[in-house]
């Protein structure tokens, strides 16, 4: 779940089923009862499913959907320099969890690093701050924490094989396509 309306959309189908929750946040639902005791386990695991979640019932899945949370809160509000951690110490103060074991665990379930994980969300903000065409290029590097404007450039093309300028090249003629 990564938006308000994800929330919402879950707090409806626990309410359609009769399940009670005490609470729903980014990635878990507390339910005033054990899961092996909830009487609609299926139909909230098929209505989940309908909407692209699923119900995450191993440890090691429930801790990298946290760390997915924390990387797109970190992108969202923390890393514009609002913040003065590292993003390492962001994750570890909020899952209170080892840096090291954090990592094991995220490259074991996702095949990726955190870091590169990080890198991916990163240039898929970037693209919908590009496409939004509401900033330039160096203030949306500065907003997505680069170093500066080329190293941000350097990474848009090595991920997505475009620079900031031909992927908004591309937006524009489409968006013109579509006019016509």
Not at 20 to 37: A, R, S
Not at 73 to 99: C, M, P
Not at 128 to 133: M, P
Request: proline share 2%; aromatic share 12%.
């Amino acid at each position: 779940m990564a938006c308000p309306r994800c929330l919402w959309a879950v707090e409806g189908i626990l309410n359609k089923l009769g399940i009670d929750y005490e609470k729903v946040k980014m990635g878990e639902v507390i339910t005033t009862e054990p899961k092996n005791e909830i009487e609609h386990i299926d139909e909230l695991k098929a209505e989940l499913q309908k909407l692209g979640f699923k119900l995450l019932e191993e440890k090691k899945m429930q801790l990298v959907e946290q760390i997915k949370g924390c990387v797109m809160y970190w992108i969202q509000h923390a890393i514009t320099g609002k913040e003065k951690w590292t993003f390492s110490r962001f994750l570890v103060l909020k899952v209170n969890r080892d840096y090291g074991y954090l990592s094991t665990v995220f490259s074991e379930v996702e095949n990726t690093t955190i870091e590169k994980y990080i890198i991916l969300q990163k240039i898929r903000k970037a693209k919908e701050l590009i496409t939004f065409d509401e900033l330039n290029f160096t203030e949306i590097s500065y907003e997505l924490g680069y170093s500066s404007p080329a190293h941000f450039s350097n990474q848009f093309k090595t991920v997505t094989g475009y620079s900031p300028r031909q992927f908004k090249k591309m937006i524009k003629i489409a968006e013109n396509q579509k006019i016509m």
